[in-house]
Every structure is written in structure tokens, then in C-alpha cells.
């Protein structure tokens, strides 16, 4: 079982990025799907997540700036991120949970700076 992120990159403030979680050796289809960030220094949080039936639901700080959706056929989620901020740089990291095992991506780094 594998998740792999990727997408992350140095964007200016103001610019976009498009996030992509693809698991291998599990079905995504019908598991909610987590996105974390981890910034230097501080704990990781919950950015967004979406249920298997498609519904998203994001932290106050994404909210308007940042889409989660799926695509159940290439067994991929995405993470759009528009507006970024510097205080969007982090880690990102995809999980999921299934029979009650975590499973995470190896994380993609995110850097948002001028």
C-alpha cells in the first residue's frame, strides 16, 4: 500500500499549485481522503479532506483559496491551491484510513515566497 504525493514546488504569493495524491495497492474509491501541511517548527494540521461520496471540507485558513476533488478512476485526489500565502509553505502530506490503519504519503514540499 502506497501513497504518493506530489505537485508541490516554490510559487510566488498571489500564484497556484495543484497537489496530487495517487495510492497504489489500495482502492481510494469510497475512503475519505485527508490533506495535512507541517510547517517548520510547528505541528501538522488538517487542511481538507473529502468523504468517498465527494464532499469537501476545508480548515479556516484554506477556505476559498484551496479545492480538494477526486478522480475514483486514476485512484488519485487533488489539492488546487490558489491565493497562496507565505504562511501556506509546508510539508503536504495525503492520508487516508482504512480498517482502521493510517496510511500516509511521503509528503511534498510547498514554498511560497517572493
Known amino acids: 500500500v502506497q501513497l504518493q504525493a506530489s505537485g508541490g514546488g516554490l510559487v510566488q504569493p498571489g500564484g497556484s499549485l495543484r497537489l496530487s495524491c495517487v495510492a497504489s495497492?489500495?482502492?481510494?474509491?469510497?475512503?475519505?481522503v485527508y490533506w495535512y501541511r507541517q510547517a517548520p517548527g510547528k505541528q501538522r494540521e488538517l487542511v481538507a479532506r473529502?468523504?468517498?461520496?465527494?464532499?469537501?471540507n476545508y480548515k479556516d485558513p484554506v477556505k476559498g483559496r484551496f479545492t480538494v476533488s477526486r478522480d475514483d478512476d486514476r485512484n488519485t485526489v487533488y489539492l488546487q491551491m490558489n491565493s497562496l500565502k507565505p504562511e501556506d509553505t509546508a510539508v503536504y502530506y495525503c492520508?487516508?484510513?482504512?480498517?482502521?490503519?493510517?496510511?500516509w504519503g511521503q509528503g511534498t514540499l510547498v514554498t511560497v515566497s517572493s
Open positions: 492520508n487516508t484510513i482504512i480498517y482502521a490503519t493510517n496510511y
Open positions: 473529502i468523504t468517498g461520496g465527494g464532499l469537501a
Open positions: 495497492g489500495i482502492v481510494f474509491r469510497a475512503n475519505t
